[in-house]
C-alpha cells in the first residue's frame, strides 16, 4: 500500500513539472553558448521563477528514517557550472546578501555568488533528476522528500535571492558596461 502512494506522488502533475522544468534549467546551465551577462540574466530571470513557483507545488512528504540519497553531480561537474557562469558574470558575480541570519550580527556587509548559487540550485535538482530518471519507486520518493525539503531549507532562498541580483545586472548593464568588466555606479546602491 505503501509502495501505491509513493508511486502516485512521485508521478503526480506537480512533479512531473518540476522535474520538466528542472531537466530544463539543469540542461541549460550544462550547454548555454557563449553570451553577455545580460542576456544570460535575461534567460535565467525567466527561468528561474518558473522554477521556484514549480518548487512551491511539490508535495509535503514523510519519511520514518535518515535519507541519503544518491548523488551524481560530482566535484568537476559542480565547477565546471561554476567556472562557466563566473566566466560570464566575472566582477558583477558577487552581489550583496541580505537574508542570511548573520547579517543581523555583521558590521560589514556580506557578499555571495551568482555563479555558486547557481551551481549549488543544480546540484540538488541535479541529483534529484538523476534519481528520478532511474524510475525506481522508494528511491524517486526518497529524493524528492530530500529535494524539497532542500529547498524549504536552502535552494529556495538562494534562488530568489540570486534573482535580486540577476535582476539588477539583466534591467541596469548596458553593452559598455559588459565590454569594460565594471559595475554600473547605482547597482551597489540597488544591492
Not at 540574466?41 to 541519503?68: A, F, H, N, Q, R
Not at 551568482?114 to 525506481?136: H, R, W
Request: aromatic share 14%.
Amino acid at each position: 500500500m505503501e509502495n501505491d502512494l509513493s508511486q502516485n506522488i512521485v508521478f503526480s502533475k506537480n512533479v512531473v513539472e518540476f522535474v520538466a522544468v528542472g531537466v530544463q534549467f539543469c540542461s541549460f546551465l550544462e550547454t548555454y553558448e557563449e553570451q553577455t551577462a545580460t542576456d544570460l540574466s535575461g534567460k535565467l530571470t525567466k527561468l528561474l521563477p518558473l522554477l521556484y513557483l514549480k518548487g512551491t507545488l511539490l508535495p509535503e512528504l514523510e519519511v520514518e528514517y535518515d535519507i541519503y540519497p544518491e548523488v551524481s553531480v560530482t566535484e568537476e561537474d559542480y565547477e565546471n557550472i561554476v567556472t562557466r557562469l563566473y566566466s560570464t558574470f566575472k566582477s558583477n558575480d558577487t552581489y550583496l546578501e541580505v537574508f542570511l541570519e548573520d547579517m543581523k550580527y555583521s558590521d560589514t556587509p556580506i557578499s555571495a555568488s551568482i555563479s555558486e548559487d547557481l551551481a549549488d540550485i543544480y546540484q540538488d535538482i541535479k541529483n534529484f533528476i538523476s534519481v528520478y530518471q532511474q524510475g525506481l519507486d522508494e528511491t524517486m520518493y526518497e529524493a524528492l522528500f530530500t529535494c524539497y525539503d532542500n529547498f524549504k531549507l536552502y535552494w529556495g532562498q538562494k534562488l530568489v535571492n540570486v534573482l535580486r541580483a540577476l535582476h539588477s545586472i539583466r534591467y541596469t548593464m548596458t553593452d559598455d558596461n559588459e565590454e569594460d568588466d565594471s559595475l554600473p555606479e547605482n547597482i551597489q546602491a540597488e544591492w
